[in-house]
Structure formats: C-alpha cells, structure tokens
C-alpha cells in the first residue's frame, strides 16, 4: 500500500477516504480535518482561552495535541472520578502528557473534594454510573470554565461517539436531545460555550494518531462502561461501515446539513416552557429547580444512611 | 507469530505468514474497530506479516454515554 499523497510505504487505509496514508501526511490529515471543522462550525478564534476536559484516553489527549500544535492556547481539566485501578492509571497518562507538552492541567479529585466516587455516586442516587459519571462532569467542567474566565470548553468527542449518539437518540425519536446534538453549543443561561472538534475524526482514527505520535493513553475501557448501550451502537455502526465504508460520516454529516435544524426549531419552541433557571442554593450553577442536580447527587452519595430496601415480593409458583 | 489482545488480555500463536486482514478475518474482528501494532508502529490491511512478529490487536472503541 502506498501512500495517496506521497506514494511511499502506508501505515494505515481508511477505507471511507478510500486512501492509505504515510505517517506524515496521516498526522496533517488529522490535523486538516480539525482545522475544518473548527471554521466549519465557527468554534473559537486563535486569542480565545481553551479549556479542554481530559480523561488521559486517546481522543481527549490527541485533540490537545493538535490544538497546542495549532497553536491555541489550550488548559487542562482532568476529573477523578474515583474508579479504582481505571482512574489511578488514568491520571498518569495525563500527568505524562502535561510534562510532555509544558502545559497546565487542573485536577478536581471526587473523592478527595467531594467525598464520593463514580460508583458510590451512582448506588446513592440511583443513577447509572454513567450518567453519575456525566452529570458530575458536566457540571465540573462548567463551573471551572466559568470560574476560570475561559472562552470555550472542548471535549474529545469523535465522528463515533456523536454517530453513536445519534442512532440512540432517533432509535427513540428523542427530538430534544436531536435538536441540541450539534458540534458547538452556545454560551448561555450562565453555561460556558462547549464545542467537539473531532466530529470529522473517528475513533480509530484517534488511537492511530496517539500511537504514530507516541502519546500514552488508557487502552483499557472503563470498567463501568462496559456493556453499556453506547458501546453497542458503536458495534452496530462498524458492522455498517465495514459494509458500506463511509456509512457513519454519511450519517452524521447528512443529519447535520439536512435534519438538525428541524429539530432545532422544535427545542427552540420549548425553551421559553421551561421554568427560568436560577442560582442552585447551595452552588450558585444556573438550574431550574432550588438545587441543582450536582448538589443533590453530592448530598445523596455523602450522606452516611444505609439504603433502605422494601419487602421482597414472594413468587408465586409458575407453570408452564 | 504471537497475537496479544485485550478484554480480556491473552496471547495466541498463529503458525506462518498472512496478511493483516487473514488475520483479523480468522479472528473474526472487524477492521474498524481495531489497530494493528507491530514493533510500536501501525501496520495497514495489506501487509504480510511473518513468522516470527510479534502483533498487538489494540480495540479503538471507548466511551461511556451520559
């Protein structure tokens, strides 16, 4: 295989560019295909203060890569989510990057600053720890955004995640979260602006950057993810893209261009229903009721009262 | 060629040569969701590779949903 470019030895074919690339010109791809879509989607400006959330995986380590190389001026967050072995093995690969590169990196540490971890988290208040994981995220990374005066904050999801994302979210026509599913969400009611500058970029693409760059990453899944929903989408994705090479970029840049504005306009409808946000009373975030939802997971992980279980339904004998 | 891969990690041995994609075929894996590393460098669907390689099957696919 040779390279489209160059014509010397591959390293890699993608099959949706129907191309193999060198190492050379698959690192300026990658970067190309960042460059485009932060000007497609208008995501930031070259003076503007980044904030950008790492969990030491190769999408979030590789985007703040090529964004320093761009020569934005790019902060570290890093969350401990208190996941045993997976979070301990995480750190490191973002602390090896942050030497690396001379950059500055804040750690929020759940256990050690709020007095609970993901698992825990997610027991007390009956969440899946990944939506425990997401929503302590989310509010973290608003809140040091905001507290920090930066302009955006940029995560690591890739063509794959929003792809997977998407096809979860028309499986059961969820026209809310389909009209806000957009590589830039706008600053507002109090929230940071928050943009995806991988959207162009699958995961496979993300891996194969880290190990021809020599970055580091957690290889290993998190251990509370596994099996979960979002992981099977993706594998429903890849048996069409092996297929029908394209079929994922095909997916998410048609609804993009052609159906999220209609959604759009639906959600747009809906925001003046919903009640007002408000300073959360025990935080100040932007919520709609007197406590946000952070806080009331805080309270409810921390709080030291033995769950309570009803009484076990005794079965009725079955027949067949 | 000794094969390591992960979740969970083990090491096969495969006898002789054959290009990337046998391989992945043999394993039944599918190519967009996996890397092939040799000596700490990718290898694409085409190359052949020999006897004595020592082959890493990285999994590309992550990701919790909230």
Redesign the interface.
């Known amino acids: 295989m040779k390279c489209r470019v160059c014509r010397e030895p591959a390293v890699i074919d993608l099959r949706r560019h129907n191309a193999n690339f060198c190492i050379e010109h698959f690192l300026r791809l990658c970067r190309d295909q960042v460059a485009k879509a932060i000007a497609e989607h208008d995501m930031f400006a070259p003076e503007d203060r980044i904030l950008i959330a790492v969990s030491g995986g190769k999408d979030s380590l590789a985007l703040w890569d090529i964004l320093l190389d761009m020569g934005y001026q790019v902060d570290g967050l890093y969350i401990g989510l208190g996941i045993g072995e997976y979070s301990e093995q995480s750190v490191t690969y973002v602390e090896k990057f942050v030497e690396s590169r001379d950059v500055n990196l804040r750690i929020i540490d759940l256990p050690t600053e709020y007095g609970y971890d993901i698992p825990s988290g997610s027991r007390a208040a009956k969440r899946t720890p990944c939506s425990a994981c997401g929503l302590s995220k989310r509010h973290l990374f608003d809140q040091a955004a905001t507290e920090g005066g930066y302009d955006v904050v940029v995560t690591g999801h890739n063509l794959d995640d929003e792809a997977a994302v998407l096809l979860g979210n028309t499986l059961r026509w969820q026209s809310d979260y389909l009209g806000r599913q957009k590589p830039v969400l706008p600053a507002g009611h109090g929230f940071p602006r928050k943009v995806k500058p991988l959207v162009r970029l699958g995961e496979r693409e993300m891996a194969a950057y880290c190990v021809l760059t020599g970055i580091d990453y957690i290889v290993d899944e998190c251990p509370k993810a596994v099996g979960n929903k979002h992981l099977g989408y993706k594998e429903v994705l890849n048996l069409l893209e092996a297929q029908s090479p394209g079929s994922k970029h095909d997916f998410y840049a048609g609804f993009l261009a052609r159906a999220v504005d209609r959604f759009a306009s639906a959600e747009d409808e809906t925001i003046d229903d919903r009640p007002a946000l408000r300073p959360c009373t025990a935080c100040g975030a932007p919520c709609s009721s007197e406590v946000c939802a952070f806080c009331r997971l805080v309270e409810r992980a921390t709080q030291d009262v033995p769950v309570k279980l009803g009484p076990t339904a005794k079965k009725e004998p079955t027949s067949l | 060629m000794k094969v390591e891969l ?2 969970p990690n083990r090491t096969l041995e495969f006898k002789g040569t054959m290009s990337v994609v046998a391989l992945l075929n043999r394993l039944e894996l ?6 092939v ?1 040799r000596d ?8 052949m590779l020999a006897h004595e390689d020592h082959i890493e099957i ?9």
């Open positions: 992960r979740n599918n190519r967009e969701s996996v890397l590393i700490g460098t990718l290898v694409p669907g085409d190359a990285r999994s590309v696919i992550s990701g919790g949903n909230s």
